[in-house]
């Protein structure tokens, strides 16, 4: 029986150097059975899986409005990095929560747009914003994403 091994990559960047450090994954391992056990089992963490960064719930609520281009994204979502932006853009497609639909033109071209399920997410995000602006002491940070 052949088995699938999985690699988990991590970089280090520094003014003079990079490192890039490559483990194995140990599928037996507590962390990685817990991994999908509970966001198999516990819909709370399941969502809170799928919704793992902060940047997530940002990038889907600039496309509640419509499809956008990477620069669109870019420009609405100022504090994240570029490689945060992609990585997070990849997950949700990943995910199947966003849509990548990339144009075969010179410069290229790519668009983001909601799945249904990323629609169904309106709903929870939108409820995320009225407990935050209930709860969160200082409205000025809430007003800004």
């Known amino acids: 029986m052949i088995t699938e091994q999985k690699y988990i ?6 003014s ?3 490192i890039v450090c490559i483990m194995a994954v140990k599928e037996s391992s507590t962390n990685q059975y817990n991994k999908r056990l509970v966001t198999t089992q516990c819909p709370i963490t399941f969502i809170a899986y799928k919704m793992g960064n902060r940047w ?3 990038v889907i609520r ?3 409005s419509g499809t956008k281009r990477y ?21 949700l497609e990943a995910d199947g929560i966003i ?5 075969p033109v010179i410069p290229p071209h790519v668009e983001y747009s909601l799945t249904e399920s990323g629609k169904d997410l309106e709903p929870v995000i939108s409820e995320m ?11 000025e940070s809430t007003t800004n994403c």
Do not use: D
């Open 62 to 64: 600039q496309l509640f």
């Open 129 to 139: 914003v009225k407990w935050s602006l209930k709860h969160n002491r200082s409205h």
């Open 16 to 18: 003079t150097y990079q």
């Open 56 to 58: 997530k719930p940002l």
């Open 9 to 14: 990559c991590t970089y280090e960047v520094s």
């Open 71 to 91: 620069g669109e994204l870019r420009k609405a979502i100022t504090a994240v990095s570029e490689k945060m932006l992609i990585q997070t853009l990849r997950e």
């Open 99 to 103: 849509n990548r639909k990339a144009m």
